[in-house]
């Protein structure tokens, strides 16, 4: 179902690594203030997308005839909305037992805050994650919307969904997963909770050892205004890193002692200053000193070692992440580009779905949006689906294919 942020992610990671995903999009797809040509919509990547009116009947209809037929849903709307629209895993695994029934959202399907709004910021606030992210005796720092909307969000729903699709196939049983983003946060923090247990790990911001607290887990600027990492926790790779600036040890004292690490970062900083950033990568990077430049987007898709892993590719004209992570036998196939809803040949995303006269008639009744295409057209196969059609391990059920990862 059509939504923002860990949702289409979710679906984007799936379809990546192999699943057929439909993409249940609205007639006319939302405004949200992040206006673009679909091609830059880059989470909508690999899967095709129809446009309904979920408010028709008819549309409802469609989306059970799809769902019924699934082995995963995935949507992302406030708690009791696909009840409503009677898309809820009440109705959806009475007809469809072992589906697999995926929600992800902020506060989670239950609690005092289940129903309220929020954003990323919002749940990173009151796990206590914000909290600690910025420089001592400084306010919180704003992050981009990565830690909450994708990795407490997408990765976590992904995980649950493979998880409980495993269940699925070994029992006939589907279930519902919850994926709070909250939740997601929370467990990711699992480490630093350990630390604070154990006395370990200071609440106040930019004081620990790994928090921007110490001098060798940094950032330093260059003589050109450019910057670069530091990261040499461990002895032996702080005992290098200071072998390549030229300080002694001595200069600074202990290295996990807090009592040094303003010392160190004087002392580090002014021997950054020293040089230009390019001059820093020739001399140290590739050591066993942590080090690292600091990158923007453009200059990270031009690095030799990220070149060299193909970590951005190009679909359609444009740059973007590479299918993660990587395997040795089932190679993922390169990424298509993001599809319009309605979008000349859209018709094709139902095929293998329902038959071709029922696609007509959604078509002639105007159920979905897009160009009337021949029966011909529907038809016809392309390479593209040959292969997707050749990792279908579940067989078609009233005339539609079910396809998952893999």
Not at 29 to 49: H, I, T, V
Not at 248 to 256: F, M, N, P, Q, V
Not at 316 to 340: I, N
Not at 343 to 364: D, K, Y
Request: hydrophobic residues 40%; charged residues 25%.
């Amino acid at each position: 179902m059509a939504g923002l942020g860990p949702a289409p992610m979710c679906a984007m990671l799936l379809a990546d690594l192999g699943a057929t995903v439909i993409r249940i999009d609205r007639r006319v797809p939302a405004d949200l203030g992040l206006s673009r040509p679909r091609k830059y919509d880059l989470m909508l990547r690999n899967r095709e997308a129809i446009g309904v009116d979920l408010k028709d009947p008819a549309a409802i209809e469609l989306a059970l005839e799809l769902i019924d037929q699934a082995q995963i849903l995935i949507e992302g709307y406030r708690p009791g909305v696909m009840e409503r629209l009677g898309l809820g895993p009440q109705v959806t695994m009475a007809r469809n037992p072992s589906l697999v029934y995926g929600r992800v959202t902020g506060w989670g399907q239950e609690g005092p805050l289940a129903r309220a709004a929020g954003h990323d910021l919002n749940y990173l606030a009151l796990s206590g994650a914000l909290h600690g992210l910025g420089r001592k005796g400084q306010g919180p720092t704003v992050p981009p919307s990565v830690i909450g909307d994708i990795g407490g969000g997408a990765l976590y729903l992904t995980i649950g969904l493979l998880a409980a699709l495993a269940h699925a196939r070994t029992t006939g049983e589907g279930q519902v997963v919850d994926a709070a983003m909250i939740d997601g946060i929370i467990s990711m923090h699992t480490l630093f909770l350990g630390l604070r247990a154990a006395g370990s790990w200071q609440t106040e911001r930019g004081t620990n050892a790994i928090d921007g607290g110490s001098h060798f887990y940094q950032v330093y600027e260059c003589a050109d205004g450019r910057w670069v990492s530091v990261a040499a926790v461990e002895p032996r790779f702080y005992e290098e890193l200071l072998r390549l600036l030229e300080i002694d040890l001595a200069e600074i004292g202990a290295h996990t002692d807090p009592a040094n690490w303003e010392k160190g970062k004087a002392l580090f900083a002014d021997r950054f200053r020293r040089r230009t950033r390019a001059e820093w990568c020739a001399l140290i990077e590739g050591s066993d000193a942590c080090f690292a430049p600091v990158l923007t987007w453009e200059e990270a898709s031009e690095h030799p070692h990220i070149r060299h892993r193909n970590a951005f590719i190009a679909v359609d004209g444009v740059d973007q992440a590479a299918v993660a992570p990587r395997f040795s036998r089932t190679v993922p196939r390169h990424p298509r580009p993001p599809r319009e809803p309605g979008a000349p040949g859209s018709e094709f995303a139902l095929r293998g779905w329902l038959a071709v006269e029922r696609i007509r008639e959604l078509q002639t009744a105007g159920t979905i949006a897009g160009h009337a295409e021949s029966d011909d057209q529907l038809n016809k196969g392309d390479a593209d689906d040959s292969k997707i059609d050749a990792r279908c391990d579940r067989p078609a059920r009233d005339g539609g294919a079910a396809r998952s990862p893999g």
